[in-house]
């Protein structure tokens, strides 16, 4: 979408830059710990949800902040950055399987699908989680009072759906970071918890 | 005349059938009615109950105790009889009851003995402050969820 983004050639110099700002790691990983627990509770937790809840709020504001520093944060994190059109992706998945790094300066192309379907199948189980009443007296979803018996009622089937493509997609982007890590020989874990990474590019703006 | 008899008997039979199979829908729409009935029972009193727990009802212990009474004498009906073969999600119209209650049927009674459980003693379980009444939602509604979570269909 953004045509301004660095496309990395082949033959520009591989260096390491500065790549992921504090906050976005922050968000990552606080992100990754209060989306585990709240499945793991809501899977195996306590009847009275309490803790599921307020991993869920912890969610929302999460998801909030990545929107606005998707606008206003660094360049790699925002979406202009990192939205690319079929073409990108297609191009970026021919070399998918070569067995070298990719040092691409950011999220990829592909990743970036992922990224974006990460962020709004939370932010549609966020929601159909407030909106749930799973008719136990001891767990209502804070605004399921103001939207309709049914609705509240399919929330709760939605919620469980939901649960599932969360589990599928980060079960997803475990096995690509394992791919990357040995297929690739790109450590891709390092830079989301040092903020440095070997890319190929003449810098990230 | 035998042969006769024996003909008029086999119409007669034949006319009978979907007379039967009419009568089999209509035991499978009664549980289901019966079965709705029952929860509507159950929320009304335990809607009073978890208004009082979370203080949206004054507590009221003559008020609450009634609600715990009605709600263990509820579960003293046995429920899972309502839950008749033909009368699952898909099978029946308004059913809510998943297909599997019938393949765990003694794990799905199993979690019927559970709310009886919780319900026990609920109606003196409930008196003497307001601060008695959460515990017993709280044993109730772990009861609810445990059967709605696997139980239950939730479109």
């Known amino acids: 979408m953004a045509g301004s983004a660095p496309r990395p050639a082949p033959d520009d110099p591989v260096q390491e830059v500065a790549l992921w700002d504090p906050l976005l790691r922050g968000f990552h990983w606080t992100l990754a710990l209060f989306v585990s627990l709240g499945w793991c509770l809501g899977q195996f937790g306590p009847a009275k949800m309490t803790l599921h809840f307020w991993c869920g709020y912890v969610v929302i504001g999460l998801l909030l902040f990545r929107l606005v520093w998707g606008f ?32 691409w300066p950011g999220h990829n192309p592909l990743g970036a699908l992922s990224v974006i379907a990460m962020l709004a199948v939370l932010a549609a189980q966020v929601s159909s989680g407030l909106i749930s009443d799973p ?30 493509l969360v589990l599928i997609l980060v079960l997803l982007h475990v096995a690509m970071i394992l791919f990357y890590r040995f297929w690739k020989r790109e450590d891709l874990v390092r830079p989301m918890l040092t903020g440095r990474k070997q890319v190929r590019d003449r810098g990230t703006d | 005349m035998r042969q006769i008899l024996t003909a008029a008997s086999l119409a007669a039979l034949s006319l009978l059938q ?7 829908d ?29 203080g949206d009802i004054a507590y009221d212990e003559a008020v609450a105790s009634r609600a715990g009474a009605n709600i263990e ?36 009674k199993s979690k019927f003995a559970g709310l009886v459980e919780a319900a026990t003693g609920a109606s003196e379980a409930v008196k003497g402050g307001q601060d008695k009444v959460g515990p017993v939602v709280g044993k109730l509604g772990a009861a609810c969820k445990a059967c709605h979570d696997v139980y239950r269909e939730k479109s």
């Open chain 1, 135 to 164: 008719d136990d007296y001891i767990n209502i979803g804070p605004l399921a009072g103001y939207v309709s018996p049914a609705l509240r009622a399919k929330a709760v089937g939605w919620h469980e759906v939901g649960a599932n």
């Open chain 2, 18 to 24: 979907p007379l039967a199979a009419m009568a089999d």
């Open chain 2, 73 to 108: 004498a509820l579960t003293h009906y046995d429920l899972p009889s309502l839950f008749i073969e033909g009368s699952a999600h898909g099978q029946a119209e308004d059913s809510a009851a998943k297909p599997e209650i019938w393949t765990n049927l003694d794990d799905f």
């Open chain 1, 72 to 103: 206003i944060g660094p360049a790699p994190a925002r979406f202009s950055h990192f939205l690319r059109g079929p073409g990108a992706v297609a191009g970026y998945m021919r070399g998918i399987f070569l067995r070298e790094p990719s040092h």
């Open chain 2, 26 to 54: 209509d035991a499978i729409e009664q549980a289901i009615e019966a079965r709705h009935g029952f929860y509507n029972m159950l929320a009304i009193n335990m809607a009073t109950l978890s208004g009082m727990a979370k």
